[in-house]
């Protein structure tokens, strides 16, 4: 396997540090970091990003999420091993992601329970962890980025 060529944001010197610039707003938005790389792994999978998921299981690892919610992430809805919080965050991630999979992409009701759990702030992070990792896995799916070639 070969890239097609390098990240698109390592190529362009102003974008990497503009991404890193939301990356750190998002980071101090108030979520968990847990909770963020849940996001982040969770849009990559539905993205089909082998290079975001691979990075993301390492990243979710070190932020201490465990094995068995690493495995079953995909199936969130159907294991005991998310909080109730997790799950509105799994949940708006989803409908985030699928824009164009229903004409109310993310219906009131995802959004009301999202902001059960988390303030303005907060769903502010999430929702640009969101779109941060749509645009990741944009960037790496197009020009083939390898899963694990990012150390």
């Known amino acids: 396997m070969q890239s097609r060529m390098q990240s698109p944001a390592a190529v362009l010197p102003d974008a990497m540090g503009a991404i890193q610039g939301l990356i750190k707003a998002v ?3 108030g979520v968990e970091g847990h909770t963020l790389e849940l996001v982040h792994l969770r849009a990559s999978q539905i ?3 082998s290079a975001c998921v691979d990075g993301g299981v390492k990243s979710a690892r ?17 294991t005991p091993y998310f909080s109730e919080e997790e799950r509105a965050a799994l949940a708006l991630t989803e ?3 699928r824009l164009a999979d229903r004409s109310d992409a993310v ?8 902001a059960t759990y988390f303030d303005e702030k907060q769903l502010a992070a999430i929702v640009l962890m ?4 749509n645009l990741f896995n944009r960037l790496n799916a197009t ?3 390898i899963a694990g070639a990012w150390g």
């Open 130 to 133: 969101i779109g941060l990792t």
């Open 143 to 145: 020009t083939r980025q």
């Open 47 to 49: 993205n089909g990003c």
């Open 95 to 97: 409908s985030a992601t």
């Open 62 to 78: 070190k932020a201490g999420v465990s094995e068995e919610r690493l495995a079953t992430v995909a199936a969130w809805r159907e």
């Open 27 to 29: 980071q101090s938005g």
């Open 107 to 114: 219906s009131d009701e995802v959004w009301d329970t999202a």
